[in-house]
């Protein structure tokens, strides 16, 4: 069974780079036509997709975040990173990494870590 573990810190000060790690077991983050993807939820809100890398390291961000989003992968270490730079208040959230298979024009969540809070404030 795949599962996912997100890592990092829990407090970030404004204007400074977040930075999230999702170490993957149970499967490997090659896999075809898999999408390793970052999501969050800000308080009292709903989910808000940030971007995703495939199994062959293409990426793709929401047109919000794209500015200030980057994730990359470490093959080696069957993992995946995202990166927020610039950040203020308003990016507290609680950050999920998921998995997707990409499927017949559509895309299909099976594995979610359990979240990390990461609360951005000075």
């Known amino acids: 069974q795949v599962q996912l573990q997100e890592s990092g810190p829990g407090l970030v000060k404004p204007s400074q780079t977040l930075s999230l790690t999702c170490a993957v077991s149970?499967?490997?983050?090659?896999?075809?036509?898999?999408?390793w993807s970052w999501i969050r939820q800000p308080p009292g809100k709903g989910l808000e997709w940030m971007g995703h890398?495939?199994?062959?390291?293409?990426?793709g961000y929401s047109p919000s975040l794209k500015s200030r989003t980057s994730i990359s992968r470490d093959t080696s270490k069957n993992q995946f990173t995202l990166q927020l730079s610039s950040v203020t208040p308003e990016d507290t959230s609680v950050y999920y990494c998921?998995?997707?298979?990409?499927?017949?024009?559509?895309?299909?969540?099976?594995?979610w870590g359990q979240g990390t809070q990461v609360t951005v404030s000075s």
């Open positions: 998921a998995s997707a298979l990409y499927y017949s024009g559509s895309y299909y969540y099976g594995y």
């Open positions: 149970g499967g490997s983050i090659r896999t075809t036509y898999y999408y």
């Open positions: 890398i495939s199994y062959s390291g293409t990426t």
